[in-house]
Structures are given as structure tokens and as C-alpha cells.
């Protein structure tokens, strides 16, 4: 099979879409967990969900099967003739939005159900989970990255391309995923359901800004403070559909850079290409590799020259580096565009753009890997933090709505590249932007955080005790 063959524009518009549907669904798992399931059983029924989508996805790729093509060729490769099937795009499509709600229901599930495992006072404990919890997400990925182009550039059923094994593998290992979790059932602790958070939350809201009678009076002072250590927590959220929306273009737009260079690479007597999607599992491994640098390396030093080492300072930095990266990405930008200039100053007779110059002669697809670099720290810095503090600071009765909440972050962040990426078509002038943008973002968290920081550590020092409202955390302990 060939590609769908999209646009540029298109295919980035296609993509975070798709981005935006896996975190606006975590919402549904969320209250799903929280209100009737628990949050085992909601992991085990979604995660099916997803397979389903990862089956779908595979098989729509297919070309043999006359459902899913929209025409057939044949092509000739090396003196071997190939079929090659000009996929519709329905299979796809419906299969990205069953992956879309099985990966994001159990988004929210996946991290705050480890951290139940966990006593509320184990903070240092709960925040090294935390952090290898990305950690093996990131490990994933960095296989998934490296391997899945190597097997859709493999032939396979009479066409010069696979990519029923390079979206079937992943389905294999969803199978032995969904076992494994399924047989270590037995040693979970398990928290049951606690009612309905949303109508609390609404209810209470209500009774702060346009009631008549004290909240306290008519809902308790449990639900008070909740509700609005809630709003304290999702305050902070605020900014982080910019920090998001900058991200994720790694998938998208620095791809589309990295498609305009050169991949040619001579190493070992051999010689190679560097595809440009296969640049982006440097993101996982630098993961992989400074996780435990900053661990064990930075993040006492922070403490040790008195440095802030508060969730929402980490958050804040992370979100500064960030837009250094973009600002990198930009004069890289430059340097291509003048790679093409030069050529077109120095050969009268061509005009090349950007888009059509040779690529063995534009700048090498390995100068990505600075920005690749500082966009990995300003993600440890804000994105694993932003795990940790959804669940701990999160009121007792919300971990997974927080937790869903905070990755609807995600979502909106992939909404504003689709609406701000009209604003211009020239890509140096969009990564500029962003990184001014997500600088404002970074001032705006500072003046959140600046106001709140006061309550949400009081309630988080009351949960930590037991005595927040009276609420002993007994039957956790005696789980655990």
C-alpha cells in the first residue's frame, strides 16, 4: 500500500486532531473510574477498546482486502513488480478514533491507579514512580519510533511496502500488555469508587458564587475544601495548552523540517539514511538518559543553591526551556532557507525553494538534535511534574478527574496549533511565535502560581497528616 498521500497542511491538521481526541477522551475513563468502575476494571474494558482500534488499523492497511482500497496499481521496484493499493481513507480514520478513546480513557487510569499504590505521605516514593512511569512510557516509544518505519519499508503480501505489520506488532504487544496487567490483579490495592465528583463539585460551586446560604452549611466543609483545592489545581492548568501545543508539533512540524534535509549518514563503512520520523526517538532515549540525571544530579543541586524545587517552579522552567527550543528550531529554519538562497545566488539559472531543493545539499537532519535536546528537559521538567502534582495535590475523592483534567491540556494545546497555524504559512515566522507565546504562558503560571501556592500546600500538608477534615487514610494503609 502507498500512503493516504495528504497534504502537508492536511496531514499536521489530521494529526493533531487525532492528538486532540486522545486527551479530550480521558475525561469519559475518568468518570467512569471514579463514579462506577474503579479504576482496574475501566484500564482492563478500555484497553480492549484500544486493541480493537490497533486490530482495525492493521487490517485497513491491507490492500488485498477490496473494503478498504480505493484503486490498485502496479509498480516495479528494483526489477520485482508490486501491487500497490491506494488505501480510502475511512479505515484509518475510524480506527485512530477507537484508538483515540481506548489510549485516552485510560490515560487518567493508568498513572493515578500506581499512585494509589502508594501512601499519601510517601512523597519522594510517589514522585520516582512518577518519573519511571514516564520513563517506560518513553521506553515505548523509543522502540516504537525506531521500529515501526524499518517494518512498513519491509514488502510483505505481494506489495513493496508493510504497513500491516508495522501497525499489526503494536496490536501483538497490546495483547501481552492487557495479560499482564490482567494476571497481576491479585496484587494491586484497589480503591473503590467514591461517588459522583462532578455534581459535587457543581453543586458546591454554585452555592460559593450565587447561593444565598453558607456552602459550608449546605454541603459540609469536606466537600468546601475540596471543591476548592479543585479550582486551586485546575488554575494552575490554565497555561498548559501552550506548553502542549508546542510539543506536540515535534510530531508534526519538526517532522516536516526534517523531510526538507539531508538524512545521509556514513558510518561504520556504511552508508545510511536517517528517516525523518526516526529523528524523533532521540526524544524517548534523551528521556531515557536524564531522568535519572536530574533525579539524582538536578535536582539536588536546585536544592542546594536554593533553588525552588516546587512542582510549579518545575513547571514554569520547563515551560522556559521549552520555548528555547522553538527559538532554536527557528534559526535553524533560517539557515536552511539560506542554504537555498545561496545555492540560487551561486547558480543563476536555478530557483529552488525550499521545499524542492536537493536534499543532499541542504543542512544535515542531525542538527535537530539540539532542539530535540532542550524541548526533552523542558518536558521532564513540566510534563512529569504535571503528573505528579494532578494526583497529589488533587483532593482525595478527584485523583483521576484531576488527572484527565490535566491531560484536556493536551487537547486544547493541539486545538490552538490547528487555529494558530493560520495565521501564517511560513514556518520561520510560526516558531518564532510559538516560543513567544509559550514565554507569556510561562509569566502568566508565575503570577497563578504566586497567588495559590499558600493554599494548595496547606490542604496537601493537612492530607499528608490524616487530618484534613477528619479523614484517616486506614483502609488504604491496611490495602497497601
Not at 482492563?44 to 477498546?49: A, E, G, R, T
Not at 494545546?413 to 511565535?433: A, C, E, Q, R, W
Not at 510559538?434 to 504562558?441: H, P
Amino acid at each position: 500500500s502507498s500512503g493516504i498521500n495528504a497534504e502537508y497542511g492536511e496531514a499536521t491538521d489530521w494529526f493533531h486532531e487525532y492528538a486532540m481526541l486522545c486527551y479530550a477522551t480521558p475525561i469519559i475513563g475518568a468518570l467512569i473510574a471514579d463514579i462506577f468502575i474503579g479504576k482496574f476494571l475501566t484500564i482492563l474494558i478500555l484497553s480492549m477498546v484500544y486493541l480493537f482500534g490497533n486490530f482495525l488499523m492493521s487490517i485497513s492497511s491491507v490492500g488485498s482486502i477490496g473494503m478498504f482500497q480505493e484503486a490498485v496499481e502496479t509498480e516495479v521496484v528494483k526489477s520485482e513488480t508490486f501491487m500497490n493499493y491506494i488505501p480510502k481513507v475511512w479505515g484509518p480514520i475510524v480506527a485512530l478514533h477507537f484508538i483515540a478513546l481506548g489510549t485516552g480513557g485510560i490515560k487518567p487510569c493508568v498513572s493515578s491507579f500506581g499512585g494509589d499504590q502508594f501512601h499519601a505521605s510517601e512523597t519522594d516514593r510517589m514522585q520516582r514512580y512518577f518519573s519511571m512511569f514516564y520513563f517506560s512510557v518513553n521506553a515505548g516509544s523509543m522502540v516504537a519510533t525506531l521500529l515501526t518505519p524499518e517494518l512498513r519499508q519491509m514488502s510483505c503480501m505481494g506489495e513493496s511496502t508493510c504497513y500491516p505489520a508495522a501497525f499489526g506488532v503494536p496490536a501483538a504487544f497490546m495483547i501481552l500488555a492487557i495479560m499482564a496487567f490482567f494476571f497481576a490483579s491479585k496484587w494491586y490495592a484497589k480503591v473503590p469508587p467514591q461517588g459522583n465528583p462532578v455534581v459535587d463539585v457543581a453543586k458546591v460551586t454554585f452555592s460559593m458564587f450565587f447561593g444565598d446560604k453558607d456552602p459550608i452549611e449546605l454541603h459540609g466543609e469536606k466537600k468546601y475544601k475540596e471543591t476548592r483545592q479543585l479550582w486551586r489545581v485546575l488554575a494552575v492548568f490554565i497555561p498548559l495548552p501552550f506548553f502542549w501545543a508546542l510539543f506536540d508539533q515535534q510530531s508534526s512540524r519538526w517532522v516536516l523540517q526534517a523531510r526538507l534535509m539531508n538524512g545521509n549518514l556514513t558510518m561504520f563503512g556504511g552508508q545510511f539514511e536517517v528517516k525523518p520520523d526516526q529523528m524523533q526517538a532521540l526524544n524517548p532515549i534523551f528521556i531515557l538518559a536524564l531522568i535519572p540525571v536530574f533525579e539524582s544530579v538536578v535536582y539536588p543541586l536546585m536544592k542546594k543553591v536554593g533553588l525552588p524545587t516546587s512542582p510549579t517552579f518545575r513547571i514554569i522552567l520547563g515551560m522556559t526551556i521549552t520555548a528555547c527550543s522553538f527559538v532554536i528550531c527557528g534559526f535553524l529554519q533560517i539557515a536552511m532557507e539560506g542554504k537555498v538562497s545561496s545555492w540560487n545566488d551561486a547558480h543563476p539559472g536555478d530557483n529552488f525553494t525550499i521545499d524542492n531543493f536537493p536534499k543532499n545539499e541542504q543542512i544535515h537532519i542531525l542538527t535537530q538534535i539540539p532542539m530535540i535536546f532542550v524541548i526533552t528537559c523542558g518536558e521532564i521538567l513540566t510534563s512529569i511534574t504535571v503528573l505528579e502534582f494532578a494526583y497529589s495535590y488533587a483532593p482525595p475523592s478527584m485523583k483521576s478527574v484531576c488527572q484527565s483534567l490535566s491531560l484536556l491540556t493536551t487537547a486544547v494545546g493541539n486545538l490552538v496549533v490547528i487555529i494558530f497555524s493560520k495565521v501564517t504559512d511560513k514556518p520561520t515566522y510560526l516558531f518564532f511565535m510559538w516560543a513567544a507565546i509559550v514565554l507569556l504562558a510561562a509569566v502568566l503560571q508565575g503570577f497563578i502560581c504566586k497567588k495559590i501556592q499558600g493554599p494548595l500546600d496547606e490542604y496537601r500538608l493537612k492530607e499528608l497528616e490524616g487530618k484534613n477534615d477528619g479523614v484517616e487514610l486506614k483502609e488504604k494503609d491496611s490495602a497497601v
